[in-house]
């Protein structure tokens, strides 16, 4: 089945995670969502903490949604994170080969994080999808 990036539709056969994570203040109180769909159903998963980061908020959301599946699935991960977009898909590979270290030879901030999203992400077929942040989609 032929997908549309606006609507979010995807296969039958794929989960669809629409995340996002946001801050009050950078750092300040914050917090992170996630719609989940699967052959018709739906399950929202939120959580927050008292001082974090956007950029951790945005995390926490993709590593939930990852988590709360209960077996490996086909997953399409929405998100409006370049950040974590970017980290999971191009920068990662290099941290894990370098001891967590980005190519400046610096620690990579929230490796707590990304060390998680790694292992949540397991034996799941991750696909993961940019979208404009608050411009219309309806999910985000």
Known sequence: ????????????????AF???????NPG???WGVVLRWRGHEKELSGGEDLT??????????????????RDMAVEV???STYLRDGITRWIHAWKANNWR??????V???DLWQRLDDAIGGHAVTWTWVNGHAGHPEN
């Open 53 to 70: 980061t956007n950029n951790r908020m945005e995390l926490m959301a993709a590593i939930q949604a990852l988590e709360s599946l209960k």
């Open 78 to 80: 929405f998100t409006d």
């Open 29 to 31: 109180p914050g917090g």
């Open 109 to 111: 901030k929230n490796v």
């Open 102 to 107: 980005t190519a400046a030879k610096k620690p």
């Open 1 to 16: 089945m032929p997908r549309s990036r606006k609507s979010g539709a995807v296969s039958s056969n794929t989960v669809a």
């Open 19 to 25: 995340t996002d994570g946001a801050c009050s203040g």
